[in-house]
C-alpha cells in the first residue's frame, strides 16, 4: 500500500508544469507556449548531460550515452510535457484536480522503473553479476 509522502515526490513534481500550462494558457499565446516547451527541452537536456557526466568509470560511453538519452527522454522530457500539456488543455478545475491527483500514482511507478533503467545502463557493466541495483 503506498502512502501520501511516497506519491509526494510526484505530485510536487508534476505541480510546477501544471502551473506553467495554466498560466500559459491564461495569456492565450504560442509564444509562452513555446517558450515554456523550450524550457522543458533545455531542462530535459540538462539532466540527460548530468546522468551522462556521472556514469560509473568502467561503463562503456555507448551504455552510458544510451542511459543519459533514456533520462533526458523518458524521465524528464515526456512526463513535463503530458503535465504541461495537461495544465494546458484542460479547462475545469476539479478535472485537473482529479487528473493530476490519479496521474501521480502511474508517474510514481513509471519514475522509479525508468531511474532503475538509467542506473543499470549507467552504473552497471553488461552482464555484471552483482549490480549496485
Do not use: K
Amino acid at each position: 500500500m503506498m502512502f501520501v509522502p511516497d506519491l509526494l515526490p510526484a505530485l510536487l513534481a508534476s505541480a510546477i508544469p501544471i502551473a506553467a500550462g495554466i498560466s500559459s494558457a491564461r495569456l492565450a499565446r504560442r509564444r509562452v507556449q513555446a517558450i515554456a516547451l523550450t524550457v522543458i527541452a533545455t531542462l530535459s537536456l540538462i539532466f540527460g548531460a548530468w546522468v551522462f557526466s556521472e556514469h560509473a568509470g568502467d561503463v562503456s560511453v555507448g551504455r552510458a550515452l544510451i542511459g543519459a538519452t533514456i533520462a533526458a527522454v523518458f524521465v524528464g522530457a515526456i512526463p513535463l510535457t503530458v503535465y504541461f500539456e495537461l495544465g494546458y488543455r484542460l479547462r475545469s478545475r476539479f478535472a485537473l484536480l482529479c487528473c493530476w491527483v490519479i496521474g501521480a500514482g502511474p508517474l510514481y511507478f513509471y519514475a522509479i522503473i525508468l531511474l532503475f533503467a538509467v542506473v543499470a545502463m549507467t552504473q552497471c557493466r553488461p552482464n555484471q553479476y552483482e549490480c549496485p541495483i
